[in-house]
């Protein structure tokens, strides 16, 4: 079934952030990519519409926040401390922050629909998508409602296991025309925080691999840096927080790929 897609003239560019599976960091990922960003003067919305698990307002310190309207749009939430970031997320929906959410396929396509459709977020120069994992109904959504979307930046792990899922996921986008702007391989090694040695715990070098399977860009890797747990349970994004450390820096040189 086709979907008309969602006219957003006041954005610039749009990225949708995805993965073929769960637990790579894909949030951790997004929240990083878009408040890098709008360090370096962007303006950038973020739009968490990964249902089943919206980590945005924990990492972003607006747990609690809840959507306002001024009777003709939805008003996105100021991100305290970065400006020109505003956040739009299915967790400030919810009546609390472990609810689950119990919604069929129309009604979970019907809130990505209102979300992209009603939100005021006034002149952008990227908005960023976090979406949920996998190819199914909902990525399906995001992606026909987006309508020429600049691209999406495919998120994995180093392990071989994950390149199926990266393939996946390649294959999801060509399939629905939209570009895969490159990947990005988090969990790249362990850095000591006493040395800063790295240990390639998880494997190496698949994203590589797929990167050059599919010819498309490998846009950096990102090593487990225990200080990225800490920054996102604090509420403030590691770019912000760490802003000079070896891996805010391959943050930075991904964001800069963007625009």
């Not at 957003?8 to 990225?15: A, E, L, P």
């Not at 973020?46 to 306002?68: A, F, R, Y």
Request: glycine share 12%; hydrophobic share 40%; aromatic share 4%.
């Amino acid at each position: 079934m086709s979907i008309d897609a969602v006219t957003m003239d006041n954005v610039k560019k749009k990225y949708v952030v995805m993965s073929g599976k769960g637990g790579v960091g894909k949030s951790t990922v997004a929240v990083n990519l878009a408040a890098a960003l709008a360090l370096e003067g962007k303006k950038v919305g973020l739009l968490d519409v990964d249902i089943h698990g919206p980590s945005t307002p924990t990492m972003l310190g607006l747990v609690g926040e809840k959507l306002l309207s001024d009777g003709d749009a939805i008003q996105p939430v100021p991100v305290p401390g970065i400006d020109n970031l505003a956040v739009v997320s299915i967790g400030f929906m919810l009546q609390a922050e472990d609810a689950p959410v119990i919604w069929r396929g129309p009604m979970k396509n019907g809130v990505i629909k209102q979300f992209l459709e009603d939100v005021d977020w006034g002149d952008l120069d990227v908005l960023i998508v976090d979406c949920p994992p996998g190819t199914g109904d909902e990525p399906l959504s995001v992606i026909q409602l987006l309508g020429k979307a600049d691209g999406a930046v495919i998120v994995t792990t180093p392990q071989e296991v994950s390149r199926v899922d990266v393939s996946k996921s390649v294959n999801f986008c060509r399939q629905l025309n939209l570009p895969v702007t490159g990947i990005v391989e988090n969990m790249s090694g362990f850095v000591c925080p006493h040395c800063g040695t790295v240990t390639e715990v998880f494997g190496s070098g698949a994203g590589k691999k797929i990167a050059d399977a599919y010819g498309i860009p490998l846009l950096g890797s990102i090593p487990v840096d225990p200080a990225i747990g800490e920054a996102g349970d604090s509420g403030i994004p590691y770019v912000s927080r760490f802003a000079t450390s070896p891996v805010a820096e391959v943050y930075q040189t991904i964001s800069r790929s963007l625009v």
